[in-house]
């Protein structure tokens, strides 16, 4: 189809990082975190929104009934070896396509802005890694950089679940098998995926979403069969990480899997993207929690508490552990971002200690 093509060339040519269409209205790409309208086309209406829909399903009765039954899908498609993630929904019985430009190279850990703490964590045999951050925070671009990094320099055997299959890997030095996951698929759900590895001999799981109680179990049960696990969780710091998996459970089992977490979890990796006002490029601003003894002391108290595990998590660096604080005070100080923008992402109680930091790396700069 002529339409969404070309709407697809546009947006790559213009370095989009998504694509929305939307009823009644012009074609719209997402560039550098503002929309911009593709004002050369005419406005969308349902008959084109349906011809769009039509091209992205191919004809697959499966999918199109699965849409017709939930309202919604999350599927992919691939034109001219651009692969692209793609939900549609519904609007006043309308469907509305969000569309997400899948990178065909992986950027590198050092344009990610990844600390090498958490390469050197995939090198555990055992144990729970979590990228964790709010939608569009670059959690899957991380994801599948670990799984690129593991590939090119360890041999392990890889399962990857995720919903839907992004980036597509070649087996390295490692094997790589990916599976997508959703009525239909390779998988039907994630925890049957979760479930099914431990017959399939693979020495780490990659799982796109850590969704609920019972998948939260079965990763658990893996970590505990002697498997590294990397997945993530939409939650905003290493903090309500933690609260987050604790809730999932009943009040009366929250303290023995909180001891259960403290000796299983090794890294939790909290990220949030905000674009430079100098470049309009977007700044990887990671909190890093590394569980250490003091750490999981914290984790196992019987009252969680959000403020202490931060504290811990700034008291640690000597382990690896980045607080947000720092990682925020390094990305004011190296020009990256505004005193405003590194304000926006604190309370109020933590400005002292953002104002302390930055006089110490202000003094070291100059040293």
């Known amino acids: 189809m002529i339409l969404i093509e070309n709407i697809i060339r546009e947006a790559v040519k213009r370095e989009a990082s998504d694509i929305h269409l939307i009823n009644g209205l012009k074609p719209t790409l997402r560039i550098a975190r503002q929309l911009v309208r593709l004002e050369e086309m005419e406005p969308l209406d349902e008959a084109a929104l349906y011809d769009i829909y039509d091209y992205i399903i191919r004809g697959n009765v499966a999918r199109n009934e699965q849409y017709m039954e939930d309202r919604k899908l999350d599927t992919s498609l691939v034109f001219e070896d651009v692969r692209l993630r793609v939900n549609v ?3 006043d019985e309308v469907p509305v396509l969000t569309m997400r430009i899948v990178e065909e190279e992986l950027p590198t850990f050092e344009e990610l802005g990844i600390p090498e703490v958490v390469r050197r964590m995939t090198h555990q045999p055992q144990g729970l890694m979590l990228i964790t951050g709010k939608t569009n925070s670059g959690k899957t671009t991380t994801l599948n950089s670990l799984i690129d990094d593991i590939n090119q320099n360890q041999n392990r055997k890889i399962l990857t679940l995720e919903n839907p299959v992004e980036y597509k890997h070649k087996s390295k030095k490692s094997i790589i098998v990916q599976k997508e996951v959703g ?3 390779d998988v039907s759900t994630f925890l049957e995926g979760v479930q099914n590895c431990l017959r399939e001999d693979c020495d780490i799981l990659v799982i796109g979403e850590i969704r609920d109680k019972a998948t939260m179990e079965a ?7 002697g498997h590294l696990v990397i ?4 939650t905003k710091s290493c903090a309500e990480t933690i609260d987050r998996m604790v809730n999932f459970y009943d009040v009366r089992d929250q303290m023995s899997v909180k001891n259960l977490l403290s000796n299983l979890l090794k890294i939790v990796v909290a990220q949030r993207l905000l674009t430079s006002p100098k470049t309009e490029k977007l700044v990887m601003v990671p909190e890093v929690m ?3 003894n003091t ?4 984790i196992r108290k019987e009252k969680f508490n959000v403020s202490e595990i931060e504290d811990a998590i700034q008291a640690s660096s000597d382990k690896g552990s980045i607080g947000l604080v720092n990682s925020l005070a390094n990305a004011y100080v190296s020009g990256k971002l505004s005193l405003e923008q590194v304000k926006s992402q604190l309370e109020e109680r933590n400005y002292e200690t953002l104002s302390r930091t930055i006089r110490q790396l202000d003094l070291m700069k100059k040293q």
Do not use: N, Q, Y
Request: hydrophobic residues 40%; glycine residues 12%; aromatic residues 4%.
């Open 183 to 185: 009525p239909g698929k």
């Open 295 to 298: 750490i999981g002391a914290c």
């Open 290 to 292: 590394v569980v250490d």
């Open 219 to 225: 990763v658990i049960d893996t970590v505990e069969s």
């Open 231 to 234: 997945g993530t969780l939409h």
């Open 89 to 91: 929904s519904f609007s």
